[in-house]
């Protein structure tokens, strides 16, 4: 009867895990539905002053601005604090279910736990896998800047060519947002496509999203196209050693993080020696004893 139980517990465990996993796949395949809202808010980021939300509809924001999430971990990720709060939640959620499975296979089994060891893994689990989820949401977002940092290097010394080729600092911007693909030149080229659009200066477009993603490199580049658009200034020498000052801090920063890791295979390296000793050894005294 006990064997039955565990099969039948270990069958329904399996068929809904089997279930979810196929679910997860469809998914992948499934068209996503286009998000125009941040799109949009991406474009048209200004407010209408005369607009007003009526008093008694409450703003869904509020109880997520009392969070204090890293609003610019988010943004330079393409979050939504909603999305990345459902994450940590569903995270919790599935670190709560793992523990009442493991519990629902031992009683199916006939064993007995008490009833503060399921409990307390449930919880300490749970707590476990929200953090872990946002920790990684905050190591995703600094890879993401480092990335950003190394494309905004190359973006640079872009610039700088095509303003030396006569071409003035806004077609400078926009001719060197072009040439390159990926997710660091799609957010330049966004953020120059809503200066068009909106009439602004392309320089205080990349400031409000070095702000808004908090890369400071980017600050110094706008004020530097700043200056080139407003006084004429030749800025193709200053272009230059802003490139080079981002390579000297990427490559520093790579040495730091090669460092690092070098330093954390001591406590394997060691424990590898004395391993080592102790299988070179142990024959050893083995012998000497015996000769005894």
Not at 29 to 37: K, Q, R
Not at 54 to 82: C, Y
Not at 109 to 135: E, F, I, K, Q
């Amino acid at each position: 009867m006990i064997g039955g139980n565990l099969w039948l517990a270990l069958g329904i465990t399996g068929g809904a895990l089997t279930g979810f996993g196929v679910y997860l796949l469809i998914r992948q395949f499934v068209p996503a539905t286009p998000a125009l809202g941040p799109a949009l808010r991406r474009l048209h980021p200004g407010v209408d002053p005369h607009y007003a939300p009526p008093a008694d509809l409450p703003v869904a924001g509020d109880w997520l601005s009392r969070l204090r999430l890293p609003m610019a971990d988010l943004a330079i990720l393409d979050k939504t604090p909603e999305r990345h709060v459902t994450s940590v939640m569903v995270s919790g959620l599935l670190g709560l279910a793992l523990p009442v499975v493991v519990t629902v296979v031992l009683v199916a089994t006939g064993r007995s736990l008490p009833v503060v060891v399921p409990v307390a893994l449930t919880l300490v689990l749970a707590l476990a896998m929200s953090a872990l989820a946002h920790y990684d949401m905050l190591a995703k977002a600094k890879s993401a800047r480092a990335e950003f940092v190394r494309a905004l290097c190359t973006y640079a010394t872009l610039t700088a060519h095509q303003v030396r080729s006569g071409h003035g600092a806004v077609e400078a911007m926009e001719r060197s947002a072009r040439i390159c693909d990926g997710w660091p030149y799609v957010r330049l080229r966004t953020a120059l496509l809503s200066a068009q659009l909106q009439m602004r200066a392309p320089w205080d477009e990349l400031k409000g999203l070095a702000t808004t993603i908090g890369v400071v490199e980017l600050t110094s580049f706008a004020d530097i196209m700043r200056s080139a658009g407003n006084d004429g200034a030749q800025v193709y020498q200053t272009l230059r050693a802003q490139a080079a000052s981002l390579r000297d801090q990427i490559r520093v920063r790579a040495l730091e993080t090669a460092k690092t890791r070098t330093s954390k295979l001591d406590i394997p390296s060691t424990m590898m020696i004395m391993i080592l000793l102790i299988l070179v050894g142990y024959p050893l005294m083995v012998s000497l004893f015996n000769q005894r």
